[in-house]
């Protein structure tokens, strides 16, 4: 029994070695590499290759390689080899994963480290969050507030999870910013009244501390020289500010140079308006336009005559004298409307004003009894100037052509200062035909030509109401 058992196990060694060697002699695919690799999404598959062996040796036979991966999707993939060796059809196959362990990236907008005012809250300055794969995660993002700090995490479809933190730093270093109404070097001719503009103060963390200002200086205009005004502000967290104005007394002039200050109220109008700046810049001549609320559809000619260098005055929105003078409040309610019209224009605040009427007129009587002298002074204590005229064209008058709006202006110059009354509403062809006419006249006699500016002479009426 011994031997026959014996007998059996060396018949099954040599069936076992027969079948082993015979199963390594066939023919077969080897891979060069790993059958299965983790290939990274965003790179190329780099095939190493694959070689035919028979009877333990390497053979010369052509493999056909076929690769389906999909670069564009994560996932698992078969790059397969074929091979006809000694009539045999010969397969392999490698496995490819396309993985994603990359990270997403979370970039803050504003500061990591954000300074927020005591007593306030964070307002998210915002954030995105892109990811190589799944691109833009900014809406997967989780934001979470803890104690002086805001996490945002956020993982894509494979997991992978990225935080970023800003920091949250409460304090106020921040000094408050004054903004002067009106010029920071100013100049008042002698005995001239001063009118403290004011000024406004913002803080970053209190907002509007204009009532928080104190001013310091005196101007005496009866005595020249230079004369400095310092506006200080401070916050509730003792950051100070300070700014000073330089008041500038000086002598007034005898002749006042000789100057044509040119004033075209009641514009702009399409038909009129663009002649007149044209003129003007072809003259190389500046000039002052007093502005009424027109339509909206007019608003680029005051942008362009206020970029051409001219000064843009506050002349009425309404032009309705009901409006403007049953009231001092309908008055500035008036006034207002059109100085704001004019900044969203032009982005300046502008302070110089011209009464509809002028000062000295007698309309105002039939709405309200001594509004002129209420309103001549009120406009100054509120840092306007208002301009009347000394040398009126009759445009909206007597004048019944070209040549009488030219013989009112030139036969009426003096050798001071002119602040010449004219207007460009529609229709008013007269005056844009005499313009030209009068601009080269008052360079031929020695005249200057200037836009009106706050410390221009004003040329005030006497009040008659």
């Known amino acids: 029994m011994d031997k026959d058992l014996k007998i059996k196990a060396i018949i099954f060694f040599i069936v076992f070695i027969v079948s082993v060697t015979t199963f390594l002699a066939m023919p077969k695919i080897n891979l060069n590499g790993d059958s299965i690799v983790n290939l990274e999404y965003g790179h190329k598959y780099k095939e190493k290759g694959a070689y035919v062996t028979s009877f333990f040796k390497k053979q010369d036979a052509k493999i056909k390689i076929d690769n389906k991966i999909n670069y564009d999707k994560l996932g698992s993939y078969e790059v397969k080899y074929s091979a006809n060796y000694l009539k045999r059809k010969l397969n392999a196959t490698r496995k490819v994963n396309v993985v994603d362990t990359e990270k997403p990236k979370i970039e803050l907008k504003g500061e990591k480290t954000a300074i927020v005012c005591p007593n306030q809250k964070y307002k998210e300055e915002g954030y995105s969050a892109i990811d190589n794969y799944n691109k833009d995660l900014t809406d997967k993002v989780k934001v979470k507030e803890e104690e002086n700090k805001i996490i945002y995490e956020v993982s894509d479809s494979s997991k992978n999870t990225t935080k970023e933190e800003r920091s949250i730093k409460y304090e106020d270093k921040t000094a408050p910013i004054i903004t002067l109404n009106g010029k920071q070097d100013m100049t008042l001719y002698l005995n001239q009244t001063y009118t403290e503009p004011g000024a406004s103060a913002l803080d970053n963390c209190e907002g509007d501390i204009s009532s928080n200002i104190k001013v310091e200086g005196n101007v005496n205009t009866s005595i020249l020289g230079t004369y400095k005004v310092t506006y200080s502000v401070k916050d509730s967290y003792n950051n100070e500010t300070k700014i000073d104005r330089n008041v500038k007394v000086v002598p007034r002039p005898n002749n006042r140079d000789k100057t044509i200050y040119l004033t075209f109220d009641d514009g702009p109008s399409a038909g009129i308006t663009p002649g007149i700046l044209k003129i003007l810049k072809e003259e190389n001549v500046k000039a002052t336009f007093f502005v009424v609320g027109a339509s909206s559809n007019l608003d680029y000619l005051i942008k362009e005559a206020y970029n051409d260098g001219h000064t843009i005055g506050l002349h009425t929105y309404t032009h309705n004298y009901k409006t403007v003078y049953s009231s001092v409040n309908g008055y500035?309610?008036?006034?207002?409307?059109?100085?704001?019209?004019?900044?969203?224009?032009?982005?300046?605040?502008?302070?110089?004003?011209?009464?509809?009427?002028?000062?000295?007129?007698?309309?105002?009587?039939?709405?309200?009894?001594?509004?002129?002298?209420?309103?001549?002074?009120?406009?100054?204590?509120?840092?306007?100037?208002?301009?009347?005229?000394?040398?009126?064209?009759?445009?909206?008058?007597?004048?019944?052509?070209?040549?009488?709006?030219?013989?009112?202006?030139?036969?009426?110059?003096?050798?001071?200062?002119?602040?010449?009354?004219?207007?460009?509403?529609?229709?008013?062809?007269?005056?844009?035909?005499?313009?030209?006419?009068?601009?080269?006249?008052?360079?031929?006699?020695?005249?200057?030509?200037?836009?009106?500016?706050?410390?221009?002479?004003?040329?005030h009426h006497g009040v008659n109401n």
């Not at 301009?387 to 036969?411: E, K, P, Q």
């Not at 200062?417 to 005056?431: A, P």
């Open 332 to 459: 500035f309610d008036d006034l207002t409307k059109i100085q704001n019209r004019v900044y969203n224009i032009t982005g300046n605040k502008s302070k110089i004003i011209r009464f509809p009427g002028g000062s000295s007129n007698t309309v105002s009587r039939n709405y309200y009894r001594g509004i002129m002298g209420i309103l001549t002074n009120e406009v100054q204590n509120r840092g306007y100037q208002y301009f009347d005229w000394n040398v009126d064209s009759n445009d909206a008058g007597s004048a019944r052509t070209s040549l009488d709006v030219y013989n009112n202006v030139t036969r009426n110059l003096n050798s001071k200062s002119n602040i010449v009354l004219m207007h460009d509403f529609e229709g008013n062809t007269k005056t844009l035909n005499a313009l030209r006419d009068i601009i080269r006249y008052g360079k031929e006699n020695g005249y200057n030509f200037d836009s009106i500016k706050l410390d221009t002479y004003p040329a």
